[in-house]
């Protein structure tokens, strides 16, 4: 996947196969777990284990596994309990979430919650922007919202409440209207996967579900 398309699987490291060998081979052989590593379908298929996922939760050794990896699993056990098995969506979803929860870039289009957090940001924005540029932008609009409807409602139903301000459902179809238009920008780079935005504009209201339920009762995240 291309450098600039938020991505997981192409981000795990060394310590994230140590891990993985000591929830599936403890004291075993690990040869061939090396070889399933290096085998994309393979290695989808063992990240899919429900050991691997309470491994994740449960144990110690889950400490030293890199962000890319550990948001994965959880959104891929997630969606797949949701209904959602393209595992490329999850791939997609949880780069989102190392973009934006484990760096502090100190970008507006992508920090949180420092960043542009209300529609009419990215609206104004988009109204100047044109071709490519303004494909990343919506982009960029649709993963900021796929993040605050799903990691942070509380903050967006806070603000509804003392504010006045639209509540998650506004911004959830605002990522949603956002995912689409990148979808169908033909101004977009050879290598953007215009169908996965396609299917996450169409699946984005499940995802959205699925994503407050991780963050309930899978990480804390503040508030």
Known sequence: MSTWIPSSRDRFTPADFSFLSRVLSPGGERRHLWTLW????????????KEVLR?????????????????????????LDAGITDPGM??????????????????????????????????????????RMRF??????????????????????????RRGAPGVEFYEDFARRAYRDAADNRSAPQDAPRKLFGKLADTLPVARLSLNKLAEELVFLGE
Not at 38 to 49: C, S, T, V
Not at 63 to 79: E, I, K, N, T
Not at 107 to 121: E, F, Q, V
């Open 38 to 49: 290096e085998d994309p379908g393979a290695l989808r298929e063992m990240l899919d284990l």
């Open 136 to 161: 990343h932008l919506q982009l960029e609009a649709g993963n900021q919202f796929l993040i605050l409807t799903g990691l942070f409602p509380g903050f967006l139903l806070r603000r509804c409440q």
């Open 90 to 131: 999850a791939d997609y979803v949880a780069g989102v979430m190392v973009q934006r929860l484990a760096s502090d870039t100190g970008d507006p289009l992508r920090s949180l919650p420092a960043g542009l957090t209300h529609a009419a940001d990215f609206v104004a924005i988009l109204e100047s922007a044109h071709g």
């Open 55 to 79: 491994g994740l939760l449960d144990s110690p050794a889950a400490l030293g596994v890199s962000p890319a990896f550990y948001f994965y699993v959880l959104v891929r056990h997630s969606f």
